[in-house]
């Protein structure tokens, strides 16, 4: 494992930026113009992307996001906290003609519930894309792409894009994040063109269901996916993580046992531990694991996506690396 960040590979990130609102406590609604009283309420950074970017930024890889927000406050705290978390933000372009995005998160001990307006989060062109990777053509790294089902524009283009960076000699990853629809779509003609698909279980099941795979154990699963591409990298939950690829025994690595304040944007940093291994150059899959497990864990630990991510230095010490 490197520890010189000259030898770091660089990673972009592409996908949504946006504002979570995360509330805790009573925060199953009651209409009738009931009032409730909420134990906290957190403006934090949110998008699955700019969580994705701000986890491996702090983890000592050279991280770049391409995203868009609106020209207002909100949008001005997405900025700030992305370069906060030491994240390139040139590539994240300003709309004066669209809101910021913006989801409100119910946010239980057990489970949460995400409420959301797209805002900027969909006008994202493909070809600013292709702009970024024909501009670092010279050093390829990892381009990975979150929130798939939030932005059908690149959606459809999606292929097209992942097959130019891997021609280049990027290496590409998604995760997909759930479909709002339901209905999985797009995904197929996607996994020639992936070197690491990362669904959590439920997703996986969805995306097995859309693609017409059957049977009822999530390796199988997994291992039917893989075998039309990429390695299949599963979030567990509190339980950690476990991979997949083709033929290959599955390997595991389980989380950490923490007291959890909120679970928001945990998948995203067990992403960005993943991301940030590659980055550094772990070759072991198992090693790569527990650097996804270890940062998803250590995410909860306060409210919101970002605040609680492991720079290295606490993420070895918290795995044992």
């Known amino acids: 494992m490197s520890g010189q960040l000259s030898t770091v590979l660089p990673v972009l990130v592409v996908g949504d930026a946006n504002v979570d609102l995360v509330l805790g406590g009573d925060v199953v609604p009651r209409f009738g113009q009931a009032e409730q009283l909420l134990d906290r309420a957190d403006l934090v950074l ?3 992307a700019s969580i994705v970017a701000c986890g491996a930024a702090k983890l000592g890889v050279p991280t770049a996001l391409l995203a868009r927000v609106g020209a207002d406050a909100f949008g001005s705290v997405v900025l700030d906290a992305l370069r906060g978390s030491g994240v390139d933000a040139s590539g994240v372009g300003v709309d004066r003609a669209t809101a910021t995005g913006v989801s409100v998160i119910l946010s239980a001990p057990d489970d949460r519930a995400i409420l959301t307006s797209l805002g900027t989060i969909p006008t994202l062109p493909a070809d600013d894309v292709v702009s970024r990777i024909d501009a670092h053509s010279g050093r390829p790294g990892i381009m990975h792409v979150a929130s798939f089902f939030l932005q059908p524009d690149l959606a459809e283009e999606l292929p097209r894009v992942l097959a130019h960076a891997r021609q280049l000699g990027w290496a590409t990853s998604l995760d997909t994040n759930w479909d709002p629809a ?11 063109h992936l070197d690491v698909l990362m669904p959590n279980r439920s997703e996986l099941r969805a995306i097995a269901g859309a693609l017409g795979i059957e049977g009822t154990d999530d390796e199988q699963r997994a291992r039917a996916i893989s075998a039309r591409g990429p390695r299949v990298v599963v979030k567990d939950g509190a339980r950690g993580g476990w991979s997949v690829l083709g033929g290959e025994r599955v390997r595991r690595a389980p989380g950490l046992e923490i007291d959890v304040v909120d679970t928001t944007g945990a998948g995203d940093s067990f992403d960005a531990g993943y991301l940030g291994a ?12 527990r650097w996804a497990a270890t940062c998803g864990s250590l995410s909860t630990a306060r409210a919101g996506g970002t605040a609680a991510q492991a720079s290295l230095d606490e993420l070895r010490a918290a795995a044992g690396l």
Request: aromatic fraction near 4%; hydrophobic fraction near 40%; charge should be negative.
């Open 46 to 48: 949110g998008g699955s």
């Open 182 to 192: 339901e209905t999985w779509n797009g995904l197929a003609e996607l996994l020639e």
């Open 278 to 289: 590659l980055a550094h150059g772990v070759d072991d899959e198992a090693t790569r694991l």
